[in-house]
């Protein structure tokens, strides 16, 4: 039988750029991988990804006894340890079908899942080693997490971004492949960079899931974990680009008795075509509205400025460009801070600003409301990286 990674493990291979997984486990003769990096130089990065990777430099003695119990799961993570270098440096999160196979150790820790796998949901990645599809993963998590965290991470799955935390040797080699501009846009994912060129953890990427993926697999998921998928699904956001607009869009459009603000036709990323005066005046096509509410004469985009944490906040004359262009078009925009987000009466102010923009009434919050406000911000406030870890 494969060995089945899954859970928090799955959701963090997921989460790994494809071009960290070329320079941990590629062919060595890859194209790409020769041109960006000498054979010198991946060699030493792969042993120094090895050595980080510590838990299975531990893989002997009785650590290798324990493994084998669990019918050479433990094992086949050792063997395939180059696949997993990019970012595990805890134990593995391995799918098992009995309760008498919950036999953790230094590398493995063993979820139990006795149901059904649905069609689908089972990727090869090398050697003897499976991983569980992005949305099973989540279910899995779903069983231990609040409907808020499942949304986030479904938020992710169904935007265009990852957040991705490489461990120091690949962290060092990423950097200097950007300082060189030679850190290519791979299987459609790119890094993104601040102001000085420093990678912030932030890849922009194709979605993951998509709307209809999930609902199938609602329609045919076994009970463990789904009904706070479900609940997650209700308020995640779809588009999104950054951690910061999943975070702004659930505040904004969640319904007042869960806390948001209830503005609930908010769309992310909404792309605008310009015309010929409005082209000209940025250089571009059309524009994407971070945070977007359509009228019958434009609209408002509520561009998010500064990100939460270290992903950093990169602005160019392009914006005020860009800015200039949707004006053009009809379209108000309105700048947010991280901070205005992330403090209560801060956010409120801009709520109130944001209501009158785009025409509504600013729903003034009972008692009730307020205390669902205070719990949903303590749910979505959070650190980025470590929403897997329930």
């Known amino acids: 039988m494969e060995t089945i990674i899954c859970d928090r493990s799955a959701f ?26 000498d054979a010198d130089g991946l060699g030493r990065l792969r042993l120094e990804l090895r050595a980080a990777s510590s838990p299975f430099d531990r893989a002997s003695g009785s650590d290798r006894r324990r493994t084998a119990r669990l019918g050479g799961a433990g094992l086949s993570v050792v063997e395939s340890s180059e696949l997993l270098a990019t970012g595990f440096s805890g134990p593995v999160d391995v799918l098992v079908r009995d309760v008498a196979d919950r036999r953790p150790s230094g590398i493995v820790r063993p979820r139990v899942w006795s ?10 990645i090398g050697g003897g080693v499976d991983v569980v599809s992005p949305v099973l993963a989540v279910q899995q998590m779903a069983a231990r997490a609040t409907p808020e965290r ?40 790119r890094a993104a960079c601040d102001n000085e060129g420093r990678l912030t953890g932030l890849w922009l990427r194709p979605p993951l899931l998509s709307v209809a993926a999930l609902r199938e697999h609602l329609g ?9 998928l479900a609940a997650g699904a209700r308020i995640a956001r779809v588009g999104a680009a950054s951690p910061f607009e999943v975070q702004a ?65 990169r602005s160019s004359a392009g914006d005020a460009d860009r800015a200039t262009a949707l004006q053009m078009m009809g379209v108000e925009v309105i700048q947010l801070t991280y901070a205005q987000l992330a403090n209560a ?36 406030l959070v650190d980025w990286e470590g929403l897997p870890d329930v």
């Open 12 to 37: 963090l291979y997921w989460r790994t750029p494809p071009i960290a997984r070329l320079l941990a486990s590629g062919p060595e003769d890859d194209p790409l991988l020769r041109h960006i990096m």
């Open 220 to 228: 045919h998921a076994s009970a463990r974990g789904r009904a706070n």
């Open 115 to 124: 149901g059904e796998l649905p069609a689908g949901s089972l990727w090869h």
């Open 150 to 189: 499942v949304a986030l991470m479904l938020s992710e799955l169904m935007g265009g971004f990852s957040v991705y935390d490489s461990p120091e040797p690949l962290a060092s080699a990423l950097q200097a492949l950007a300082d060189g501009g030679r850190l290519p846009t791979y299987c459609g994912w």
């Open 249 to 313: 869009g659930v505040l904004f459009a969640s319904a007042p008795r869960r806390g948001g603000e209830g503005y609930a036709s908010l769309e992310h990323n909404r792309r605008v075509a310009l015309s010929a005066a409005a082209r000209r005046a940025c250089g571009q096509w059309s524009c994407y509205c971070d945070l977007f509410w359509g009228g019958a004469d434009g609209g408002v985009d509520v561009e998010c400025q500064s990100s939460s944490h270290h992903f950093g906040a």
């Open 345 to 380: 009466r801060r956010f409120e102010t801009f709520s109130r600003f944001l209501a009158e923009k785009i025409g509504v009434t600013y729903h003034e919050k009972t008692a009730r409301e307020r205390m669902e406000q205070h719990r949903l911000r303590a749910e979505v």
